[in-house]
T-cell receptor
Framework: EAQVTQNPRYLITVTGKKLTVTCSQN?????MSWYRQDPGLGLRQIYY???????DKGDVPEGYKVSRKEKRNFPLILESPSPNQTSLYFC??????????????FGPGTRLTVL | KNQVEQSPQSLIILEGKNCTLQ??????????LRWYKQDTGRGPVSLTI?????NTKSNGRYTATLDADTKQSSLHITASQLSDSASYIC????????????FGTGTRLKVLA
């Protein structure tokens, strides 16, 4: 089944404890992206990748890191999480940039709470 | 500033009724506009995509319209069902060659029996 998977789905952690949220897609998509979703703000892009070893900042990159060593995986790293990073996180991938190819397929989400 | 605004914020209708959700955008240059459906606790799923030259597109009971001149789009749901209860998100792509999408904050629809 074509899908985007994220792990973990739920995570409660404490301030400053490094964590990684994994994202994997099995559709051979070039493009991958991380978003956070907060009430009243909609989805905001954190980082994106247009190919292996090619990543770039989105609208809210502060406090996050990413890597794209393989085409299928795009982990999100929080080196020192803070309470303002408590949010619902989504990974997405697409085959291309524009038109039909630009349709993004989203993972199931990771709900992160930082105490 | 590129923005996508949706209205209403929330909507409650009875099962079987029709409804229309609105999306206004100020994204330039415009590439395409998508409507996504997001069930509670799940990731968004694409319903339709509209390019500059298209003004109507249907997907079952969902019909999207686009007026590129006024920069407005609507999503019409016909004969609503309980399973239509979800958030509907309007997303606009800028024709900038980068992986940038501008998301609206969504309309939360509740369909009552």
């Amino acid at each position: 089944e074509a899908q985007v998977t994220q792990n973990p789905r739920y995570l409660i952690t404490v301030t400053g404890k490094k964590l990684t949220v994994t994202c994997s897609q099995n559709m051979n998509h070039e493009y991958m992206s991380w978003y956070r979703q907060d009430p009243g703000l909609g989805l905001r892009q954190i980082y994106y990748s247009m190919n292996v070893e090619v990543t770039d900042k989105g609208d809210v990159p502060e406090g996050y890191k990413v890597s794209r060593k393989e085409k299928r995986n795009f982990p999100l790293i929080l080196e020192s999480p803070s309470p303002n990073q408590t949010s619902l996180y989504f990974c997405a991938s697409s085959l291309g940039l524009a038109g039909v190819l630009g349709e993004q397929f989203f993972g199931p989400g990771t709900r992160l709470t930082v105490l | 500033k590129n923005q996508v605004e949706q209205s209403p914020q929330s909507l409650i209708i009875l099962e079987g009724k029709n409804c229309t959700l609105q999306c206004n955008y100020t994204v330039s240059p415009f590439s395409n506009l998508r409507w996504y459906k997001q069930d509670t606790g799940r990731g968004p799923v694409s319903l339709t995509i509209m390019t500059f030259s298209e003004n109507t597109k249907s997907n079952g009971r969902y019909t999207a319209t686009l007026d590129a001149d006024t920069k407005q789009s609507s999503l019409h749901i016909t004969a609503s069902q309980l399973s239509d209860s979800a958030s509907y998100i309007c997303v606009v792509s800028a024709a900038s060659g980068t992986y940038k999408y501008i998301f609206g904050t969504g309309t939360r629809l509740k369909v009552l029996a």
